[in-house]
């Protein structure tokens, strides 16, 4: 097989005993990532099947496999863990094609997740939607108030049972949503979280009643105060719970009679990856799991490199996503907003806009503005220099125009591009401003890479992070056109674009980069002094949990880490937060430490002099985080196949330079780790372009990551 | 220039007029065109004269970022509740004369505060104390810079080389500013002596040291010293972070772009604003509100108008008809005109990140002085927001709307709206101690899901929140149960509480709860239209009024005992139901009571009887409509499986127009050439005939009246006991003792409904549409 630039050579004679495959099913591609015992990995891909996604899945591997010249059975039945990241769930639900579903809840709360506390018009909107109040709608219901159910039973906020479940009225309202036909059903009751008793009873009369029935408890999902987002979330879950099981269980059967004989797993939304039979309980978990890959990937991949804090930034084509890593750590928050649906789950905090590779140049007639996105022209048309139809200039069409890209080198030459149909468009879009095409084209590239930068910056300084102190990873197809440039305007120093050749696989890396994480959580309101008895009582529980899942799921001893969190504020504050908790046995002392330490990163994240220390302080959730350590091997070293230095040349637009100068490009597999190429420049790679403007210079690492140093 | 007020012809109407000095001490402050500041201040004015379209993009976007960081820095500091759920504050930037560039996305009612504050400051303090670098001012004075004192602005110039470049700042609401009354609100004030002080504008931060004897001096009056020091240091901070990334802009793209980029923001906000009145043919156009109850001893009701008056490029508000100041109901002007404005901006600027100035710069405001909602000093004005304001609010939305029903623009028809909900908010304060045996008072969120209004295309949203905050979050029953000692027994939207219409107002909810692990809870409460509805638009039926119940007795925990079924509506309940006052105080709560709340929903949009039945089904069987209410309002007849009889409906609405045109006047009828006329109402045309304008209905084309006319005096009318309006609405007796009917305007001819009115027995009919001949188009 003839080695590509992409493929990791070192160690080529070693034999590879066993593997670790990663593969996550995108819009067009599915993607595959193999990794060896000896670090070398191999990338396939194949086209995505919506039909059917598992056609895809094993089409990826297979392709994997005839890359390393064996057969698909040789590698599963030498793979450690198959790991897996899919979309199906969140696009069952943006779709709206997921099970007829029912909602059992307390008597007289039936409509929390009709209200969606009021904000469910407006939840999530880009300030542009935000404005137009006119235009605020809540979205059709998940559940319809008919198939939503009301029981008499309350618990109050301490678990007390206030009047016990009545079972008779629970038989009835089973009986009904069984003769409405429904195929999963949620329980959700008020303070359920604290006292599961009555959801629990209620699901045992679910599975008498109707033993196929696919069911989910509220208290299973969410441990926290808030009715809507938990109601929400088993409402989602349910949603496209039956689909899911379905699916999965379609893909671990299919890879038995491949040789795979351990379970299937499938990666979060928190970064982590869990057990497919786990995950068919709770598919709610895999929304918004397919950035949480990318920002796993970097987060394993700034580990090797030692990098504390990452700004990692997905530039696709329709929009830019950004996520955190902070000391080591990728940031989670517990909220996440889907077709106005607010639910409380943990997972990667990644923010998007609408700016990418397709993100559509206009004139906004009445101020006489340029504008970019955040419309975009998606894969269909596509940008105009594409030739599918598309007629309005792209982020695309302006990189090609401005000569940052190769017509005939796009996506390592799979596609032609047709400059002089961009050129005319963004002609157009000029004139009506007095501008030329080339002004056109570099004043978008100017506006979008603005925006990029804002969005990053938002991010971190709104979190209390100062974004000079980051390195930027930027991955996705149009990751290298842009990154040195909104990188700079950060005042960051260093940029990253990972392993080059896996960029545009770069969830895939990250699916098989993640560790089993599982998140265990008991909200309890506690007001300072804290009962050093009861946290331990608390703290040991969820542990006990988290070890004996990750035992399940077949987690050696000293693979498995536990870490401890409590969520605290100050009375009458509003501001959660996550504060550390010391491992052990917890004294008074530990107590009045941990006090100090929510007084520290309550002003590191929200300002000095914020603190209300006179208020008291109260702790609202306890949480542990049960990791289980998935055998890793390390990147190889990456031994470039080296040709001789073949550098050409071509006219590229440089802002900073005014115009038009001949550049040198560099395809990627002349350069040799070590090589240091200076701006202006540009760097070709099959997957993506990198623009290395004359403020900036850097080459390949002996990962083969690109790494470009900015100066003033 | 932005902001002006001119006094009526002939106003005040006493005898011997006193000289009316607008200069923010009696009466409130209106800015004059061109601001008296002393010399030694001098402005930054000189804008670039060339700006590429790409760096005003650039700059625009760092601009609006300056205000959402700004914004983000005060929640942080802050983290106080009202803010991150009851959205009451903004971050502002203003240019160098105290114009609106951005306003931020919450409370919109505040820009017009701001605004007025940092220009009374230029008149006022630009010799002495002086305004430097690194200054930052303060006021919470009503007839300055303030909606009510509670709000308190903080505001502070940036400086380039020695000139004034532009203004940042922000108003957030406070815990307790001092007064008779914890919270600042005493509903039996007399005079604005009972409430928290007024601040006018001092420097509290000067050269950039807070001034340590201000500080102590405005923290003294609070009763939470500790939780104001916070939020001045939230509002402080954002301030300096406005003003730093402002002046990284000035440093990196230059003072003269950055102020042309301010500029033209300002005038394509202009611009659009302006093309937009362009569609519209001069007119005037008014809705009227009624507030009940000016004390808790009280038992009548005043009038709240908003009068609209479109002249060429000029938008002229005034509020002719308003009853005069009383007791706690008022507002000062400060706060009305940015009512006001929130409306303009949600319903004419909503594609221009409102910037409010482009709107500000043709409107007129001519307030008639020493009436509710141009309170002359010292009228007590705590209350405004939660009363007058919300409710010009809500009528300035509905005049809004009747002018833009006249454009020619149908992008802009589709902004029309009738009345929002809770367009008073029903303040249940409550306090006593709570489940940890500890003293707690506040009040109950959960109004904030009010309900957004019908429009001219599509029925309003249940529980949607208000359109002057675009992301009003109602509290979880969960977090309210875990900080008060309090069991809900329900919470849930209100069926028929929205209005009935062509298109209905959304829905609103209701709640109800019994104390828990405590033994008594008092109340005090401050709202209006508990007796009296409040409007709707275009023949569409009024909205629910708001309700605060006691069931006295009620005993569900012993009802849940022995039944085993949690009571989960009122009759489900044991005792009787005592409707409390819309200003009552010290309402106990016994261990045994329910109070319960429901609260107005959004008016309706248009004839009921011209809405589509499928919907009506469609809203019955999914819990919107009751049956009952459908059947009385939309003539609705379903059959024993739910499937619509249409013969049956058509046949029922046909007898219920005959009813309606019973009354009508016996003048001949004639129709009118549809071809030569324009839509002004849903059910109401303007035509060119031979003698000359006349108004028609829009179904069947009768003509009605002459243009210039009321055409309400022309209608059929029909009245009906405000009973009738609204399935919710209870006998007024309850509150009041004046009498009220809800009257309906229909076509003579077909019994179209054309618009409803709620007035008193003997009130003239509110002429709420004029169109000037001569400008139409």
């Known amino acids: 097989m003839k080695p590509s630039p992409g493929t990791r050579n070192s160690s080529s004679t070693a034999k590879a005993q066993y593997y670790f495959c990663g593969i996550d099913i995108g819009g067009t591609f599915t993607d595959c990532v193999v990794r060896d015992n000896h670090g070398r990995l191999t990338i396939a891909k194949a086209l995505s099947t919506p039909h059917d996604s598992s056609e895809g899945f094993f089409n990826a591997l297979t392709a994997a496999a005839e890359k390393m010249g064996i057969t698909l059975t040789d590698l599963l039945s030498k793979t450690r863990h198959l790991m897996h990241g899919t979309t199906l769930g969140t696009n069952a639900l943006l779709e709206r094609k997921g099970a007829k579903t029912g909602l059992i809840t307390t008597r007289g709360h039936a409509d929390a997740i009709i209200m969606m506390r009021s904000v469910g018009r407006s939840a999530g909107l880009p300030i542009h939607r935000l404005h137009h109040v006119s235009r605020h709608q809540k979205p059709d219901p998940i559940v319809p108030r008919s198939l939503i159910c009301e029981v008499s039973e309350r618990m109050d906020w301490s678990g007390e049972v206030v009047l016990p479940l009545n079972e008779e009225e629970t038989r009835q309202a089973v009986r009904h949503l069984v003769d409405s036909g429904v195929g999963a059903i949620g329980i959700c009751f008020l303070w359920g979280f604290v006292n599961p008793a009555h959801e629990l009873a209620v699901k045992r009369i679910v599975q008498q009643m109707a033993p196929d029935m696919y069911v989910t408890c509220g208290h299973e999902l969410v441990a926290k105060p808030g009715e809507y987002e938990r109601i929400a979330a088993v409402a989602i879950n349910c949603f496209i719970g039956p689909l899911m099981s379905r699916y999965l269980h379609k893909i671990e059967e299919k890879a038995r009679d491949f040789g795979y004989r351990r379970p299937l797993v499938i990666m979060q939304a928190s970064g982590g990856v869990a057990g497919a039979e786990d995950v068919a309980d709770r598919p709610l978990f895999t929304i918004g799991s397919g950035p949480a890959g990318g920002l796993t990937a970097c987060g394993f991949l700034a580990k090797q490199l030692g990098h504390r804090n990452v700004l990692a930034s997905d530039v696709g084509g329709t929009s830019f996503d950004v996520g955190l890593i902070h000391e080591g750590q990728p940031l989670s928050t517990s909220q996440s907003t889907i077709n106005q649906y607010t639910f409380s789950v943990p997972h990667l905090d990644i923010e998007s806009i609408g700016s990418g590779g397709g993100s559509l140049i206009w004139v906004d007639e009445r101020s006489g503005t340029l504008k970019v996105g955040p419309e975009s022209a998606g894969s269909n048309p596509g940008p105009v220099c594409y030739g599918h139809g598309g007629q309005r200039p792209t982020v695309t069409d302006a990189n090609l125009v401005l000569g940052y890209y190769d017509p005939n080198y796009f996506l390592g030459g799979k596609l032609t591009l047709d400059k002089p149909a961009a050129h005319a468009a963004l002609e157009r879009v000029g004139r009506e401003l007095g501008m030329t095409a080339i002004e056109a084209a570099a004043g978008a590239i100017r506006i979008v890479e603005f925006q990029m930068a804002e969005l990053m910056r938002q991010m971190s300084v709104q979190r209390g992070l100062d974004p000079r102190e980051f390195v930027v990873y930027s991955y996705g197809g149009a990751a290298g056109a842009h990154a040195a440039t909104y990188a700079r305007e950060l005042g960051v120093t260093t940029v990253v674009v990972p392993l080059g050749s896996t960029a545009s696989t770069w969830s895939a890396l990250g699916v098989q980069a993640a560790d089993l994480i599982h998140v265990y959580e008991k909200a309890e309101l506690m007001i300072a002094p804290f009962n050093a008895a009861r946290i331990n009582e608390i703290f040991s529980a969820l542990e006990k949990k988290g070890r004996a899942q990750l035992r399940k799921d077949g987690i050696a001893s000293k693979d498995i880490f536990l870490e401890r969190h409590v969520e605290m504020k100050f009375k009458l504050q509003i501001h959660l937060v996550e504060v550390p908790v010391r491992e052990g046995k917890l004294t008074a002392r530990h107590l009045a430490a941990l006090q100090n330490d929510f007084v520290e990163k309550y002003e590191r994240t929200h300002g000095r002099g914020s603190a209300f220390t006179g208020a008291g302080t109260e702790i609202g959730l306890f949480r542990v985080v049960a990791r289980g350590r998935m055998e890793r091997p390390a990147v190889s070293e990456y031994q470039r196949q080296h040709t001789a230095k073949a550098v050409q040349s071509r006219s590229v637009y440089w802002p900073q330079k005014n115009g038009f100068r001949n550049t040198p490009i560099y395809d990627a597999s002349s350069l040799k780790a070590g090589h240091v190429v200076r701006g202006p420049a540009i760097i070709q790679m099959p997957e993506t372009t990198l623009v290395v403007p004359p403020f900036a210079h850097g080459g390949f690492d002996k990962f083969g990551n690109i790494v470009l140093r900015l100066t003033d | 220039m932005a902001v002006q007020t001119k006094t009526k012809p002939g106003a005040p109407k006493s005898a011997a007029p006193p000289a009316i000095q607008w200069d923010g001490r009696t009466y409130p402050y209106c800015p004059p065109a061109r601001l008296n500041i002393d010399p030694s201040l001098r402005l930054h004015s000189k804008a670039a004269k060339q700006l590429d379209p790409v760096t005003f993009e650039v700059v625009r976007h760092a601009m609006w970022n300056v205000n959402v960081e700004h914004g983000n820095t005060i929640m942080k500091i802050s983290g106080s509740p009202i803010c991150a759920y009851g959205h009451d504050f903004n971050p502002c930037l203003l240019d160098e004369k105290g114009d609106f560039v951005f306003f931020g996305p919450f409370l919109q009612y505040l820009s017009s505060p701001i605004g007025s504050a940092v220009k009374w400051t230029m008149e006022n303090r630009s010799a002495n104390p002086g305004i430097h670098d690194g200054d930052i001012f303060l006021t919470n004075d009503p007839w300055i810079g303030s909606t009510h004192q ?24 406070q815990w307790d500013l001092g007064g008779t009354s914890p919270g600042g609100f005493n509903p039996q004030a007399v005079d604005v002596y009972w409430e928290s002080g007024c601040i006018p504008p001092i420097k509290i931060v000067e050269k950039g040291v807070l001034r340590r004897d201000l500080e102590e001096e405005y923290l003294r009056r609070s009763r939470v010293p500790q939780l104001v020091a916070l939020d001045l240091r939230a509002e402080m901070a954002g301030c300096n972070v406005a003003r730093e990334r402002i002046r990284g802009l000035l440093a990196r793209y230059g003072a003269e772009t950055v102020k042309a980029s301010m500029r033209k923001l300002q005038d394509d906000s202009e611009k659009v604003f302006v093309e937009r009145l362009r569609t519209i043919p001069d007119g005037t156009w008014s809705e009227i509100g009624w507030i009940e109850m000016a004390n808790p001893q009280d038992r009548h009701i005043y009038r709240n108008c908003v009068v609209l008056t479109k002249n060429g490029d000029k938008l002229i508000f005034s509020n002719e008809g308003t009853d005069p100041q009383s007791g706690t109901l008022n507002c000062t002007t400060v706060g009305w005109k940015g009512a006001i404005a929130s409306m303009i901006c949600a319903q004419m600027l909503f594609d221009q990140m409102f910037v409010v100035e482009g709107a500000y710069r043709h409107m007129e405001f001519d307030p008639t002085p020493s009436t509710l909602t141009c309170a002359t000093f010292p009228a007590a004005v705590s209350a405004a927001p939660a009363l007058t304001l919300l409710q010009t609010i809500a009528l300035a939305g509905i005049a809004i709307s009747k002018m833009l029903a006249c454009s020619s623009d149908p992008a802009l028809r589709s902004e029309v709206q009738s009345c929002m909900g809770a367009p008073m908010y029903p303040v249940a304060a409550f306090s006593g101690l709570d489940q940890r045996g500890t003293p707690f008072a506040s009040f109950l969120l959960d109004p904030v899901g009010a309900a957004l209004a019908g429009l001219s295309w599509r029925d309003g949203v249940d529980t949607g929140g208000w359109p002057w905050d675009l992301q009003s979050t109602m509290p979880n029953v969960e977090e309210h149960e875990l900080f008060y000692p309090i069991l809900y027994l329900w919470r849930r939207e209100l069926a028929d509480s929205g209005g009935a219409g062509k298109f209905r107002g959304g829905n609103s909810a209701e709640l109800a709860f019994i104390p828990h692990k405590t033994d008594r809870i008092s109340f005090f409460t401050a709202t209006g239209h508990c007796a009296v509805p409040p409007p709707s638009l275009f023949g569409g039926y009024p909205s629910s009024t708001t309700r605060y119940t006691m069931r006295r007795g009620a005993h569900a925990r012993d009802l849940m005992a022995t039944t085993g079924k949690l009571p989960d509506h009122t009759n489900a309940l044991r005792g009787h139901s005592e409707y409390l006052a819309p200003k009552s105080f010290n309402v106990p709560q016994e261990k045994d009571d329910a109070f319960m709340l429901s609260w107005a929903g959004a008016g309706g949009y248009g004839d009921p009887l011209e809405r589509d039945p499928a919907s009506v089904r469609h809203d019955i069987l999914s819990g919107v409509c009751t049956h009952d209410w459908a059947t009385r309002v939309y003539c609705i007849v379903l059959d024993a499986d739910n499937n619509l009889n249409a013969e049956a409906t058509a046949a029922l609405r046909a007898d219920h127009r005959r009813q309606r045109c019973a009354n009508a006047p016996s003048s001949p009828r004639r129709t009118i ?63 009041i003792d004046d009498e009220v009917l809800f009257r309906l305007y229909s076509c003579p001819a077909c019994g179209l409904l054309i618009q409803t009115e709620i007035l008193r027995p003997g009130d003239e009919p509110l002429a709420d549409l004029h169109i000037e001949e001569r400008r139409a188009r």
Request: hydrophobic share 40%; proline share 5%; net charge negative.
């Open chain 2, 673 to 735: 050439d549809a071809q030569n006329a324009r839509q002004v109402q849903e059910g109401l045309l303007l035509a060119a005939t031979a003698r000359g304008k006349v108004l028609a209905c829009s179904k069947c084309h009768t003509e009605i009246c002459a243009a210039s006319d009321n055409y309400k005096l022309h209608c059929a009318s029909l009245d009906l006991p405000v009973t009738d309006a609204n399935p919710h609405v209870l006998d007024p007796h309850n509150y």
């Open chain 2, 150 to 173: 509670s709000d308190v602005a903080l505001f502070a110039p940036v400086f380039w080389k020695d000139e004034l470049f532009c203004w940042v700042g922000n108003s957030l609401h």
